[in-house]
T-cell receptor, first 110, second 113 residues
Framework: DQQVKQNSPSLSVQEGRISILNCDYT??????FLWYKKYPAEGPTFLIS?????DKNEDGRFTVFLNKSAKHLSLHIVPSQPGDSAVYFC?????????FGAGTRLTVKP | DADVTQTPRNRITKTGKRIMLECSQT?????MYWYRQDPGLGLRLIYY???????NKGEISDGYSVSRQAQAKFSLSLESAIPNQTALYFC????????????FGSGTRLTVV
């Protein structure tokens, strides 16, 4: 039973535009949520996280939004750059273990 | 040196063979994890350990076992490998609760033929 879902397997955007990656979850006990980025032949690398008591966290070009009532979070990348092309995983944790979505492959075209 | 080192990077093994994947970390963290990645399913937790004497099953522990030999070392064993265990395996480590993310190794690509 997938508790964290990313329904879009892929997303393509133009360089300089906004990339919006979406994620839904089912378990209301998750304490915090994270986004990871993964390049081929490498492990996932942590990008940004948000506590369940907040609705927004920003770090440079990356902003994560959390809507608890809808059990939905999103990652905004502005402006998108070709180097952002990677697979992005959404994750959620209850402090014991972390559950991951299936990933969204982002392609940023020059 | 990498913070989390996994060996081997690639392995092909035959059905029924026992195989061990090894992981070591230099972060000094107590918590370590094993995940597998399959296309369309993301990363799924196999086992996790909060310290040397603590081992916990994850979502998909059947067919796997682990050993926490030291704070820095956490190995995953497939007792009798089967083809549907063909996957990319990742080891990770974290501090207390992982709010600042897990640190992952580069992965082991395992193929069972």
């Amino acid at each position: 039973d997938q508790q964290v879902k990313q329904n879009s397997p892929s997303l393509s955007v133009q360089e300089g535009r906004i990339s919006i990656l979406n994620c839904d979850y089912t378990n209301s006990m998750f304490d915090y949520f994270l986004w990871y980025k993964k390049y081929p032949a490498e492990g996932p690398t942590f990008l940004i996280s948000i506590s369940s008591i907040k609705d927004k966290n920003e770090d440079g070009r990356f902003t994560v939004f959390l809507n608890k009532s809808a059990k939905h979070l999103s990652l905004h990348i502005v402006p998108s750059q070709p180097g952002d092309s990677a697979v992005y995983f959404c994750a959620a944790s209850d402090s014991n273990d972390m559950r991951f979505g299936a990933g969204t492959r982002l392609t940023v075209k020059p | 040196d990498a913070d989390v080192t996994q060996t081997p990077r690639n392995r092909i093994t035959k059905t029924g063979k026992r195989i061990m994947l090894e992981c070591s970390q230099t972060k000094g963290h107590d918590r370590m994890y094993w995940y597998r990645q399959d296309p369309g399913l993301g990363l799924r937790l196999i086992y996790y350990s909060f310290d040397v004497k603590d081992i916990n099953k994850g979502e998909i522990s059947d067919g796997y076992s682990v050993s926490r030999q030291a704070q820095a070392k956490f190995s995953l064993s497939l007792e009798s490998a089967i083809p549907n265990q063909t996957a990319l395996y990742f080891c990770a480590t974290s501090d207390l609760d992982g709010f600042y993310g897990y640190t992952f190794g580069s992965g082991t690509r395992l193929t069972v033929v």
